[in-house]
Each structure stands twice: as structure tokens, then as C-alpha cells.
């Protein structure tokens, strides 16, 4: 596959997540948070299909279309391993999407941020609030849930936050 067709193939599996995601919460109040602006595509994106909703955005360094800069009082501004952890006393347990897309290019660095931003990510979530994200993550507390048709395994992820509290 030529590279121009992967990435129109990941750019339709990205878009086909976001929306699925979107019906996936649409009984679960809650927040949005956009983990990587970039030029502010997905979170266009993301305030069309919400528009009813608080969209958090993490960036470290806003570069995006004017017309999609988010208002400052919602943007964590700086390196998301270092925001997240800050935004905890206003976000624990609020956030009923996120969506990681930090797309640093290189699979083994992307491997390691996921790592990292996995933990950082579930404490903010609700209970069954659904993450959205490429790279994988693999982490206590969140589970895969189905892509939608057409999106190859792989090409995107999509999670559920489910308790990492053992039974009694
Ligand atoms: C591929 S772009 C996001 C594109 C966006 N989803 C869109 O559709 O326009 C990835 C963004 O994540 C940001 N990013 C990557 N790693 C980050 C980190 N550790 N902390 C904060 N921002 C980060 C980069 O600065 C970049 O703007």
C-alpha cells in the first residue's frame, strides 16, 4: 500500500472512531478531552459532533488553524506527561471521551509516550467513558471495544474505562 493510501486509510479510521465514539457516549455526561491539537483537525472534528460539551485540549505547543485554537481557560498548555497529572483536581472522573493522537511518527517513541500517558489518562476518565487513540494503549483500568466497520485492527483503537478494582 502506497503511503498516500495508508494515510487516507488512517485518517478514515480516525474519523469513523470519533464519531463512533461520540454515539458510544451519548447517555454519559461528562467532558471531552483532545490529547495532541496539531492543526486542529480532530478537534474540529470532535466540536462538531459534540457541540453541547466542554472540550479540553492538551498541547504543548499551539500551532493550529486560527479558526480552530481552543479558548485559553481550556487549553493545558505544555507537555501532557506533565499536564495531566495538574489537571487531576479539576478532571478526575469528568472526561467521557478522550482522544490521543500525539503522532510522533516513530513507532517505538509512540510505543513509550502511550506508556506513560495510558496511567495518566484513566484516572481523568468516568466510569465507561471511551478512549480513542493511535498508538495502542495497553493499561489497568481500560478495556478494547470493537472498531467500527471498515476500520482495520490496528489502524486505530478504541477504549472503555472499566474498574481496575479487584472483586471482594
Ligand atoms: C498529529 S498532531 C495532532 C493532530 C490533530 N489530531 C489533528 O487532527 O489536527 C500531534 C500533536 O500532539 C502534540 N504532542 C505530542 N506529544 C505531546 C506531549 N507529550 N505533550 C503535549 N503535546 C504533545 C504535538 O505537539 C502535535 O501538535
Not at 17 to 34: F, K, M, P, T
Not at 99 to 128: F, N, Q, S, W
Amino acid at each position: 500500500m502506497s503511503r498516500l493510501d495508508s494515510f487516507i486509510r488512517r485518517l478514515e479510521a480516525q474519523r469513523a472512531c470519533l464519531n463512533h465514539a461520540a454515539s458510544l457516549i451519548r447517555g454519559l455526561d461528562g467532558e471531552v478531552l483532545e490529547l495532541g491539537l496539531g492543526n486542529g483537525r480532530t478537534y474540529d472534528h470532535l466540536r462538531e459532533l459534540l457541540a453541547d460539551r466542554t472540550i479540553w485540549v492538551c498541547e504543548r505547543r499551539v500551532a493550529a488553524h486560527p479558526d480552530c485554537v481552543p479558548p485559553a481557560e481550556l487549553l493545558l498548555l505544555g507537555d501532557m506527561r506533565q499536564t495531566l497529572p495538574n489537571a487531576r483536581s479539576r478532571l478526575a472522573d469528568r472526561v467521557a471521551l478522550a482522544h490521543l493522537d500525539p503522532a510522533t511518527g516513530d513507532t517505538v517513541a509512540g510505543k513509550a509516550l502511550a506508556a506513560e500517558l495510558g496511567p495518566l489518562i484513566v484516572p481523568l476518565l468516568r466510569p465507561h467513558g471511551v478512549v480513542v487513540s493511535e498508538p495502542a494503549l495497553v493499561t489497568d483500568g481500560l478495556a478494547p471495544l470493537a472498531l467500527p466497520e471498515g476500520v482495520e485492527p490496528g489502524r486505530y483503537n478504541l477504549y472503555r474505562r472499566v474498574s481496575c478494582r479487584s472483586p471482594a
